[in-house]
């Protein structure tokens, strides 16, 4: 069991530029998790993907913001025209089929507009 | 929208001492789950401990255990013989069992601060 994976843990972008976070899920966990933490804030919750269908968004993910997980494993998060706001860590999280519907988080991508 | 509070910013204790960390939530779900994160500096958030609303008894892992108080929505965490390694962030976070509702909402955190 490898953990949670996220790639690339840092980017730094200029505003307006358009930047992708890769996340790899625990193999076996069907759930996959988007969250957006910001300095001195619990994480936010941003989207959540069974298997490939997602099947919630956050009102804090803009038109700017799009997720994929094409074969319900790896997912992708996209961010359009990025704006100083958007400077933050990036979480994603995975979890089983089974259990409590525990969440295990990645390392994180942290983001920073310039 | 359910909410999460953690009312103590920053807590310090001295190692091997008892240190007890407070959650309050509000929801108008009678089933959900509760779950304590621990965010050390620089690294990932790990799951300490969870609780599931529909079971009366308290959870505990080692020492960590939790008081549940469904009535009065509180979810405190209580470290024994704290150790430096416990040194971190803590939150606390809610987990609708509604389906459709699958996202943590997290409180703002506590920092925890462990005197050697």
């Known amino acids: 069991d490898t953990g949670v994976s996220q790639d690339p843990r840092h980017k730094i972008t200029k505003r307006g530029q358009n930047v992708t976070f890769r996340c790899d899920p625990i193999?076996?966990?069907?759930?996959l998790y988007w969250y957006r933490q910001t300095l001195g804030q619990g994480p936010e919750f941003l989207t959540y993907?069974?298997?490939?269908?997602?099947?919630?968004k956050s009102r804090l993910l803009s038109d700017r913001f799009s997720a994929e997980r094409p074969k319900g494993s790896f997912s992708t998060l996209e961010i359009q025209r990025t704006e100083q706001g958007d400077s933050a860590m990036y979480l994603c999280?995975?979890?089983?089929?089974?259990?409590?519907?525990?969440?295990?988080f990645g390392p994180g991508t942290r983001l920073t507009v310039t | 929208a359910q909410t999460v509070t953690q009312s103590q910013p920053e807590m310090s204790v001295q190692e091997a001492e008892t240190v007890t960390l407070s959650c309050t939530y509000d929801t108008s779900e009678s089933d959900y789950y509760l779950f304590w994160y621990k965010q050390p500096p620089s690294r990932q958030m790990i799951l300490v401990i969870r609780q599931e609303a529909y079971k009366q008894q308290n959870a505990t892992e080692n020492r960590f255990s939790v008081n549940f108080q469904k009535a009065a929505k509180s979810f405190s965490l209580k470290i024994s013989d704290s150790q430096l390694g416990d040194a971190a962030m803590y939150f606390c976070?809610?987990?609708?069992?509604?389906?459709?509702?699958?996202?943590?909402?997290f409180g703002k955190g506590t920092h925890l601060i462990i005197q050697p």
């Open positions: 976070a809610y987990r609708s069992a509604r389906g459709g509702a699958d996202g943590l909402t």
């Open positions: 193999s076996e966990h069907n759930r």
């Open positions: 999280a995975s979890g089983p089929p089974w259990g409590a519907y525990e969440q295990y």
């Open positions: 993907f069974q298997n490939e269908a997602q099947l919630e």
